[in-house]
Nanobody
Framework: QVELVESGGGLVQAGGSLRLSCATS????????MGWYRQAPGKQREFVAS???????NYADALKGRFTISRDNAKNTVYLQMNSLKPEDTAVYYC???????????????WGKGTLVTVSS
């Protein structure tokens, strides 16, 4: 069973930055894509960003330019750098991984427990 462990959440003022980390217990041989979702209070979980083993990156349109996903293969870790944070970015951020090349909700095989990001105005 693949384990995903998120870290880096916290409280930040609007305009600030945070970097989330997601460490996996499994090598990239099994996982073909990793990424992030988020769920704000009272809202559905939504896609944030993804990164395939082949280096293909996708972002939610509304987050392009502020969020950056990256990885460290040696550490089996994926990062989400979040800049110019806004109060509406407040959410629980979930790391996700799939054995598929396609990173969408139906193909997600593994979920982290989430890390809370709170952006104050």
């Amino acid at each position: 069973q693949v384990e995903l462990v998120e870290s880096g959440g916290g409280l930040v003022q609007a305009g600030g930055s945070l970097r989330l980390s997601c460490a996996t217990s499994e090598s990239n041989f099994v996982i073909r894509a990793m990424g992030w979702y988020r769920q704000a209070p009272g809202k559905q979980r939504e896609f944030v960003a993804s990164l395939t083993r082949g280096g293909i990156i996708n972002y939610a349109d509304a987050l392009k330019g502020r969020f950056t996903i990256s990885r460290d293969n040696a550490k089996n870790t994926v990062y989400l750098q979040m800049n110019s944070l806004k109060p509406e970015d407040t959410a629980v951020y979930y790391c996700a991984a799939t054995r598929s090349e396609i990173f969408t909700t139906p193909t997600i095989n593994y979920w982290g427990k989430g890390t809370l990001v709170t952006v104050s105005s």
